[in-house]
């Protein structure tokens, strides 16, 4: 089992940045690929970004690239996600993930809590 705690969200004003935080805990590997997924009022949950643990290899989904960053700390086994120039869109619950390969899918496999971003004009 793997404990995923996320924090740093909050309400920003358009314009402004926010450092989100997952802490994790458990049963880690270091073929995990952590990641950002949001899921807005009224949409699905999309992924936000991904990023493999030797932070080589990363995704961003098109709406933030260029405006947010993710990294990872594996000595802390925590993941960030600097979100930067932040826009009303934005706005959303934030999860951080664990996703592994299961047959040949790379899916979530573990879920934080979530933590809410609201981005006011």
């Known amino acids: 089992q793997v404990q995923l705690v996320e924090s740093g969200g909050g309400l920003v004003q358009a314009g402004g940045s926010l450092r989100l935080s997952c802490a994790a805990s458990?049963?880690?590997?270091?073929?995990?690929?952590m990641g950002w997924f949001r899921q807005g009022p009224g949409k699905e949950r999309e992924r936000v970004a991904t990023?493999?643990?030797?932070?080589?290899?990363?995704y961003y989904a098109d709406s933030v690239k260029g405006r947010f960053t993710i990294s990872r700390d594996n000595a802390k086994n925590t993941v960030y996600l600097q979100m930067n120039s932040l826009k009303q869109e934005d706005t959303a619950v934030y999860y951080c993930?664990?996703?592994?390969?299961?047959?040949?899918?790379?899916?979530?496999?573990?879920w934080g809590q979530g933590t809410q971003v609201t981005v006011s004009s």
């Open positions: 993930a664990v996703l592994r390969t299961v047959g040949i899918m790379m899916q979530p496999s573990y």
């Open positions: 990023i493999t643990w030797s932070g080589i290899s990363t």
């Open positions: 458990g049963r880690t590997f270091s073929t995990d690929v």
